[in-house]
């Protein structure tokens, strides 16, 4: 398995074993890896031959599968609505949570009622979380004529998620915090879908056969491995119990309850104004040492 990781100075979390500088032109798909904890489950125990495996935070990877450069990932849902046809579900699975997410936060300065007219700064890896928030904004919260800016930018609160969200939560400054996840279940009673697995729909299909086999067989037995990954994965903020608790947290084989709650959020956001976040290049972002975990 070859992996590049232009993503490697964002996060502690790559995995040297994974590392070669040898492209190939092998008849492997290539595949997303999202080297955040809540999907450490997805990669642990995958085979070393079963894709070629290329770090990227969450919007960059669902333009990367956009553009072909990758054939599949776990893609941040409101981009898996966006594709529609053009890439099709692995697995059935994906990363969800019923309540608290525990690593997607408004963390804010002033109360959440109080953010109309209010600068939100918006992590670039996000392409989910930030429409969730436009939902709750109006569905929840009423909060309107909100600017959202870079993280290096003025704000009064902050859309971090992932790694750098749990890192912000032990070490951040803000005196308010909330979770989205909570907010939704709160909203609807319904899990939330951040992100679905999926493959593009031109991609061969013995290639991706023989993936979807190997992901699912590593996804049951990685989440039979949570006591290893909490020992790897474990650090000053976080110990064993809590990287556990926290992997535990998220449903990685979905029922139909997800899929409930998927659609009960393309249903609401369908009625906002369409807008997506710019899709930034990686390097670009000045957020990249603000909200480092390395
Ligand atoms: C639960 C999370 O969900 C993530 C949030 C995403 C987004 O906002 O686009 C995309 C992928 C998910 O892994 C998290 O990052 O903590």
């Known amino acids: 398995m070859r992996v590049v990781y232009p993503w490697s100075v964002m996060l502690s979390t790559t995995r040297s074993r994974y590392m070669t500088t040898n492209p190939s032109d092998s008849q492997l798909l290539k595949v ?62 994906g990363v969800a949570c019923t309540g608290p997410a525990m690593s997607v936060f ?19 890896h996000t392409a989910t979380s930030i429409q969730l928030l ?46 989205l996840g909570t907010a939704w279940h709160e909203l609807t009673g319904l899990p939330f879908v951040f992100a679905e697995w999926v493959v593009r729909s031109d991609a061969p299909e013995n290639l991706v056969d023989s993936f979807e086999r190997s992901l699912i067989q590593a996804t049951q037995t990685g989440m039979e491995s949570v006591e290893e990954i909490s020992k790897i994965r474990a650090n000053e903020s976080m110990s064993e119990n809590d990287v556990a608790t ?14 409930v709650g998927q659609q009960e959020f393309k249903l609401r956001l369908s009625k906002l104004p369409e807008w997506r976040p710019a899709v930034l290049s990686v390097n670009d972002s000045s957020e990249t040492r603000a909200v480092s975990t390395s």
Request: aromatic share 10%; net charge negative.
């Open 106 to 124: 408004l963390f804010s300065h002033k109360p959440v009622e109080d953010l109309s007219g209010a600068n939100i700064a918006v992590t670039s």
């Open 134 to 179: 436009r939902v709750l904004f109006v569905d929840l919260w009423s909060v309107a004529d909100h600017k959202f800016v870079e993280m290096a930018d003025d704000h009064v609160s902050a859309l971090v998620i992932g790694d750098p969200a749990l890192q912000m939560l032990a070490n951040g400054s803000y005196e308010y915090s909330y979770d």
């Open 246 to 259: 926290y992997v535990r947290n998220f449903s990685y084989f979905f029922g139909p309850d997800e899929r």
């Open 32 to 93: 997303g890896h999202m080297a955040y904890l809540n999907s450490e489950v997805f990669y642990r125990k995958l085979a070393t031959n079963a894709c070629d495996l290329v770090a990227l935070p969450p919007r960059a990877m669902a333009a990367a599968v956009e553009s072909g450069e990758l054939q599949a990932g776990p893609l941040p849902i409101a981009e898996v609505h966006r594709l529609g046809g053009k890439v099709r579900s692995l697995g059935n699975m």
